[in-house]
C-alpha cells in the first residue's frame, strides 16, 4: 500500500487510479467505514 | 432587427424621441423575446450579401437583458444554478458522481511476493475481492510471475534510482496494460 501510494503520486497517477487495501473493500462491502 | 436599428439611429438623428434598445414590454425598439430567435451560430453572418456583423450586436443586446435581469426563464434559471451550484442542473456537487454507483467497478489485483510467491496463496484474496462484487480484471504479470512493489527487502525506507520506480512501473501496466470490460469503469482501483 504505502508503494502504490508513493508511486501513484511520484508517477502522475493520482487522477487514473486508487489505491484500496483489500480489507477496505471488504469493509465498504458489508456497509462499515473503514479504518 | 438590424434595420429596426438603422431605423432607430436616423429617427434619433432627426430629433426623435429616445427609447429602450432592447426590454421586454413592447415599449423598445427591439422586444426581448425577439432575441430568442438568434442562437448565435454565425450562418446567417457569414451568409449576409452585405457584411453585416449582426452576432456581436445580438450578444450586447444578450448582456444588457442578462443584467437587467430580463431574459428567458429557462436560462436564467440555468445562470443562478451554474452560479449557485456550479452546474446547470442545481444539483448539489457532492452528488456528482452518483450516477457511477450503476457502473460496474473494475479492480485489479497486486500479489503481494510474500503472500504469493513464498506462501503461495493466491486465490484467497482474489475470491474475497470477487465477492465484495466487484470486476477483477488481471494485469499481465500476476500470480506467480507479479512484478515486484519495490517495497520488500528495506525498499520502503530507500529512495529509488530507478525510472521509472517499481511501484510506478506497476501502476502503468495496471492503467495501460490490464484489459477493462467496455461496460465498467476505466478507473482500475488496486488492492495491495
Known amino acids: 500500500m504505502t508503494m502504490y501510494e508513493d508511486g501513484r503520486k511520484t508517477g502522475g497517477f493520482e487522477t487514473d487510479t486508487e489505491i484500496a487495501g483489500l480489507t477496505e473493500l471488504l469493509a465498504e462491502a458489508v456497509g462499515e467505514p473503514a479504518r | ?192
Open chain 2, 1 to 192: 432587427m438590424i434595420l429596426d436599428l438603422k431605423g432607430y439611429r436616423e429617427e434619433r438623428d432627426a430629433g426623435g424621441e429616445r427609447v429602450p434598445i432592447v426590454t421586454d414590454g413592447g415599449s423598445s425598439v427591439i422586444d426581448a423575446h425577439t432575441m430568442e430567435s438568434c442562437m448565435s451560430c454565425l450562418a446567417r453572418m457569414d451568409a449576409c450579401p452585405v457584411d453585416i456583423e449582426h452576432v456581436t450586436q445580438f450578444t450586447d443586446l444578450n448582456r444588457r437583458l442578462t443584467e437587467a435581469g430580463e431574459m428567458d426563464g429557462h436560462a436564467q434559471d440555468a445562470m443562478f444554478d451554474a452560479f449557485q451550484h456550479g452546474n446547470t442542473f442545481g444539483e448539489p456537487e457532492r452528488a456528482r458522481p452518483e450516477w457511477t454507483d450503476e457502473l460496474d467497478r473494475v479492480v485489479t489485483y497486486h500479489d503481494p511476493c510474500h503472500l504469493g510467491r513464498y506462501n503461495d496463496v493466491f486465490d484467497a484474496p482474489r475470491e474475497l475481492i470477487r465477492a465484495t462484487g466487484v470486476t477483477l480484471s488481471e494485469m499481465p504479470r500476476n500470480r506467480a510471475d507479479s512484478f515486484c512493489c519495490g517495497g520488500g527487502g528495506g525498499g520502503l525506507w530507500m529512495d529509488f534510482e530507478d525510472d521509472p520506480k517499481p511501484s510506478e512501473e506497476r501502476l502503468r501496466e495496471a492503467l495501460d496494460d490490464t484489459t477493462v470490460p467496455s461496460s465498467s469503469s476505466s478507473l482500475p482501483a488496486r488492492c495491495a
